[in-house]
């Protein structure tokens, strides 16, 4: 499975943006679909999840409230509805896809991981 990721770009503190999460190729076996984040000189950070079959949703607490995941199954597509953008939101976002259990919140548990998106937030 190949996973494509879009929709950063540069948005004010305050504002919303929409992440996708587009996937190609076999996908019969995704467990859950999520979004990490990386800011320079930082490490990689688990932001959101969504268990794929039963859409049962998980989020970072330091976006709880602002960040909502969501999947069309239709269109193999994960996004990332974004809003009151914070200075410390900017980062790559990075979406993945999990083929089995485990924790959400540690990278070594997503096999497949997309190219990332940039999302930076002026003040």
């Known amino acids: 499975v190949q996973l494509q990721a879009s929709g950063g770009g540069l948005v004010q503190a305050g504002g919303s943006l929409r992440l996708s999460c587009a996937a190609s190729g076999r996908t019969f076996s995704s467990y859950a679909r999520g979004w990490f984040r990386q800011a320079p000189e930082k490490e990689r950070e688990f932001v959101s999840a969504?268990?794929?079959?039963?859409?049962?949703?998980y989020y970072a607490d330091s976006v709880k409230g602002r960040f909502t995941i969501s999947r069309d199954g239709a269109k193999n597509t994960v996004y990332l509805q974004i809003s009151s953008l914070k200075p410390e939101d900017a980062a790559v976002y990075y979406c993945a896809e999990k083929t089995g259990t485990g924790t959400y919140r540690s990278s070594a548990e997503w096999s497949v991981w997309g190219q990332g998106t940039q999302v930076t937030v002026s003040s």
């Open positions: 969504i268990a794929w079959y039963g859409g049962s949703t």
